[in-house]
């Protein structure tokens, strides 16, 4: 049975993701802090035997054994993650490095939830992928598009 770590997973995307792998029979651990998760997203699943919920913050370091990780803790809105620019660029970028070093250490395949802020206020359109944006290092935006640069 797959085993697929879902942080974020009292989110928005990440409690719909959950919703779809138990369905699909995967093993789901749940990982978030509730900072902009609400239990209630993901209250129905709490009765499923596969299904697991930890309060925890990805900015420290995890050891839990998986298969899958899908990164999305982040905080997605302008108002939730400029409340706290620090923690949001922990979030990204510790974050990062501690699901990597998870997946290293478990050989775990890894899905990193992006943006398309990463490309800041693009002059091109659409963004290839071979473009490298235009983002203000030091505007309102940067702890998370920076953040999320960097994972
Ligand atoms: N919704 C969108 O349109 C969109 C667009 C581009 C990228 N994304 C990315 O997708 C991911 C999910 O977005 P969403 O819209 O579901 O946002 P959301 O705010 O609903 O979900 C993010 C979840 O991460 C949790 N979280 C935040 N910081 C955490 C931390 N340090 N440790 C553990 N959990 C933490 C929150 O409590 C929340 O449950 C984010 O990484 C976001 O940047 C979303």
């Given at each position: 049975m797959e085993k697929v770590l879902v942080t974020g997973g009292a989110g928005f995307l990440g409690s719909h993701l959950c919703d779809q792998l138990i369905k699909a029979g995967a093993d789901v651990l749940c990982v978030d802090n509730f900072f902009t998760g609400d239990k209630r997203n993901i209250a129905h699943l709490?009765?499923?035997?596969y299904f697991e919920l930890m309060r925890h913050d990805v900015s420290f370091p995890l050891y839990v054994e998986v298969n899958?990780?899908?990164?999305?803790a982040c905080p997605a809105s302008p108002v939730h993650y400029q409340h706290d620019p620090v923690q949001t660029t922990k979030t990204s970028v510790h974050g990062a490095i501690n699901m990597l070093g998870l997946a290293k250490r478990t050989g775990a395949t890894i899905l990193q939830a992006s943006?398309?802020?990463?490309?800041?206020?693009?002059?091109?359109?659409?963004?290839?992928?071979?473009y490298w944006g235009r983002v203000n290092?030091?505007?309102?935006r940067s702890c998370y598009d920076e953040g999320k640069r960097c994972a």
């Open positions: 709490l009765s499923q035997p899958k990780i899908y990164n999305l943006t398309s802020e990463v490309y800041g206020d693009p002059e091109v359109h659409p963004q290839t992928e071979n290092p030091i505007g309102p």
